[in-house]
């Protein structure tokens, strides 16, 4: 394979180190450029209180005014946005990279110094960092990417647009923001929404941001920032299309990288000012309803009032409204709703989709699953019948071996109790005191007390083998007459006193048998309350069930080859390429997300047996088809677990073992990383004699690389993605422009990509190499 190194947009200036250590000490406005020391200091990232007080500190009179030139064109800034762009280091890193080392890396790039200074006046050259990607089809559309020195200008803006506005954004607005993901949406719609009659979710048609909305976004912005340059470089980024936002599409906050940085914080912008709107609504018919008690009768037929709730949910372009009112009121919120999207924001709204659904009798989708309201025993249904006699078994056979367990640990004590007092008689009779002294030793009082005690304690049985004991131990009481008890030592009387009690207590058929029956009338008590309970919460509460969309789901595992056309697991032959632990590590990363993303749906079983049983078999045909073995063999060898061993024999595991998958689900949700990037995407490696070259990951200055053709999905079936026919719909696709690249990567980047750690956003596609 013949192979040449052609970057397609090289960074041409290479400054030297000391260049880069002279990076300016502006952090705030009084700063002193003589001083070492704060030039040492201003070498160093900002902290996120830093760079909130850099911004806040230009706010005067209600706006925020040159945060370009008196913020983002700082050194210490630009420097801060590289390292939110460096990839975050492998697990097995012996240190984490310092300052210094991100200076020394970014040096080799491009000038920190410079940039800030083209930042300052104007000169940034936005078109000069962008870079085409030429699509493999002749028919293709083409694809514009930033190259590394945008990026950071990209997230810097980014970093300097979330101080300004995340905290005045809205509650209910989720997305690109941190701790306001899928999940954290899906946690509320959980447990905040109560007893939902209609709802409906805003479908729009697929459309790009042109001028008029580039426009309005920039009139949205000006409202709190007054700075004439970030305005201008917003246009810019539109307008060489490295930033684009297109409505209705599926790729808006998955990862792929035809989505810039910027992307979510704008739409969250654009949308902000509705957001507010439906704030004040939803206050006003709150109060509106305060002047009526929800509990109350309005009238003697019985008939109770319930006040109208409304419920709204904003995922970036994915909108949801929920309402406990009547239908006639939830068309009002509709039309008003689409009045507002399509005149006030220009939008166009897909009148066919954004229609009302009963959210009792009709499913809705959002967020990539499937809603409806039930009552809360489909969330959490009672024990069957069968359940409960299967669980009464086991309690009874626990029981039954905990009494084994206590009745070996009574016969070993026993034993040594028989044993001490045999010993003790022994040396009495040996020193020749054949009268029995009740003045023995302290130690073996204090054993013969405590084997008595653990004795009764210990010991439980059938009533009958009670009654006996009872009866046993009882008979000849000498000790309780006054004049024997006189004589006797205290210590051995109340240890007597003592066991009696215990007798009593443990002994004793009445007082057992009737601690049984008020156990029993307990639990009978306890049961018939639950079921009254849960009678009662059925009939008057429904909440929110998720569910994943299984036929979906299963229309993904087949299209991309997991299985054949009886549902049955097969080898991926494209990954035949690869070596045996990034084979592992590709469907461990396709898996993982997998069950990440769908953690929260109530069906979540059927996602476990597709990930458990298709996926994980289809790796062990791939393996066993590689090796040109069985799948026997191949099981054998990897086992059902998968483990694979390293350079110095340790034994690891990638793929998620199926006691990991029997243990999850929603108890700790979090926001996942995208998955239709993992399954649509391969990564081939390549066997080239090529010197190799750096490390595509930001900021990565690795050498020892090899090389990795992309594959895509798409590609290979040689389908349209926007052919819903054809294609799953809302699972996004890799751009085109990317199939069939070569990407140098390190062995530490290239697992992360593989298991899902980073995706191709924080890989510079713009560096590609061609192989010919």
């Known amino acids: 394979m013949l192979m040449h190194a052609r970057r397609i947009n090289p960074l041409e200036f290479r400054p030297s180190i000391c260049s880069s250590l002279k990076l300016f000490s502006t952090l705030l406005p009084n700063h002193s450029p003589d001083s070492e020391t704060q030039t040492g200091k201003s070498t160093k990232p900002l902290s996120k209180p830093q760079l909130k007080a850099l911004v806040l500190s230009q706010y005067s009179h209600g706006k925020f005014y040159n945060l370009v030139q008196n913020v983002v064109s700082f050194p210490a800034v630009l420097l801060t946005a590289c390292q939110n762009l460096t990839t975050p280091q492998p697990d097995n890193a012996l240190h984490a990279p310092d300052s210094l080392s991100l200076v020394h890396s970014v040096s080799k790039r491009f000038d920190i110094e410079e940039m800030g200074s083209e930042l300052r006046e104007n000169r940034f050259d936005v078109k000069a960092c962008c870079v085409t990607m030429v699509p493999s089809r002749k028919k293709g559309e083409s694809l514009v990417l930033p190259n590394l020195k945008l990026k950071v200008l990209i997230e810097a803006i980014r970093m300097l647009l979330e101080i300004v506005y995340d905290e005045r954004f809205v509650t209910f607005s989720y997305g690109g923001r941190v701790g306001m993901g899928r999940h954290t949406a899906i946690r509320y719609l959980k447990n905040s929404v109560e007893n939902p009659s209609w709802w409906f979710d805003v479908t729009f048609h697929r459309e790009k941001f042109d001028n008029r909305h580039v426009n309005k976004l920039c009139f949205f912005i000006e409202e709190k920032i007054k700075d004439g340059i970030l305005i201008d470089i917003i246009k810019r980024l539109f307008e060489c299309e490295v930033v684009g936002i297109e409505l209705g599409g599926c790729y808006l906050g998955r990862g792929f990288p035809q989505e810039s940085g910027l992307n979510s914080i704008l739409i969250n912008i654009y949308f902000n000012g509705f957001d507010k709107e439906i704030q004040e609504m939803r206050l006003r018919k709150n109060q509106e309803n305060t002047k009526f008690d929800s509990n109350e009768l309005v009238s003697m037929s019985g008939v109770s009032y319930k006040p109208l709730k409304i419920y709204v949910v904003r ?402 079936l040689n389908v349209n993605p926007l052919d819903e026919g054809k294609w799953v719909p809302g699972m996004g696709a890799i751009h085109e422009s990317l199939n069939r690249k070569c990407l140098p990567l390190c062995s530490d980047h290239i697992n992360d990509l593989y298991i899902g750690k980073i995706t191709l956003q924080d890989i510079d596609c713009t560096s590609f190499v061609d192989a010919d």
């Open 315 to 716: 995922y970036l372009d994915e909108i949801l409204v929920i309402t406990s009112g009547s239908k006639m009121s939830m068309m009002d919120l509709k039309n008003w709703f689409l009045k507002y999207l399509e005149g006030r924001l220009e939008l166009k709204v897909d009148r066919m989709k954004t229609a009302i659904h009963s959210a009792v009798s009709e499913k809705i989708p959002f967020l990539g699953m499937e809603l409806q309201a039930v009552p809360p025993s489909v969330l959490h249904p009672p024990m069957t019948e069968k359940a409960i006699r299967a669980r009464k078994k086991y309690l009874r056979q626990k029981e039954v071996r905990a009494l084994e367990l206590k009745n070996a640990r009574e016969r070993n004590r026993k034993k040594l109790g028989l044993k001490i007092l045999q010993h003790v008689f022994k040396k009495l009779k040996q020193s020749g005191e054949f009268k029995f002294e009740f003045q023995i030793e302290n130690e073996v009082r204090e054993i013969f007390k405590t084997w008595a005690n653990e004795v009764v304690q210990d010991f439980s049985g059938s009533l009958e083998e009670r009654s006996e004991w009872f009866r046993m131990l009882t008979a000849g009481d000498f000790l309780s007459l006054r004049h024997i008890r006189n004589q006797l030592p205290q210590e051995l009387v109340d240890a007597y006193d003592k066991f009696q009690e215990q007798l009593e207590k443990h002994l004793s058929p009445v007082k057992a048998r009737k601690a049984l029956e008020k156990e029993e009338r307990r639990v009978e008590e306890e049961e018939e309350r639950k079921y009254a309970k849960r009678t009662v919460e059925d009939l008057t509460r429904l909440c929110i069930k998720f569910d994943a969309p299984i036929e979906l789901v299963r229309k993904a595992v087949k299209m991309a080859g997991f299985t054949n056309n009886m549902g049955r697991p097969r080898p991926i032959k494209l990954l035949i390429a690869l070596e045996d632990t990034d084979i592992i590590k590709w469907y461990a990363g396709v898996g993982r997300r997998w069950l990440d993303f769908f953690c929260c749906c109530h069906n979540f079983k059927m996602v476990k047996t597709v990930v458990t049983y298709h996926l994980r078999f289809s790796c062990i045909l791939t393996l066993a088809e590689k090796h040109d073995s069985t799948k026997l063999e191949a099981i054998k060898h990897y086992t059902k677990d998968l483990k694979v061993s390293d350079l110095d024999g340790n034994e690891e595991v990638y793929f998620p073992t199926e006691r990991e998958v029997k243990m999850m689900g929603d108890q700790n949700l979090s926001d996942p990383r995208p998955v239709d990037g993992a399954l649509s995407l391969a990564l081939i490696r390549l066997a080239s004699d090529e010197p190799s070259c750096s490390c595509l990951a930001h900021f990565c200055d690795k050498k020892a690389t090899v090389f990795y053709r992309v594959r895509l999905l798409q590609s290979r």
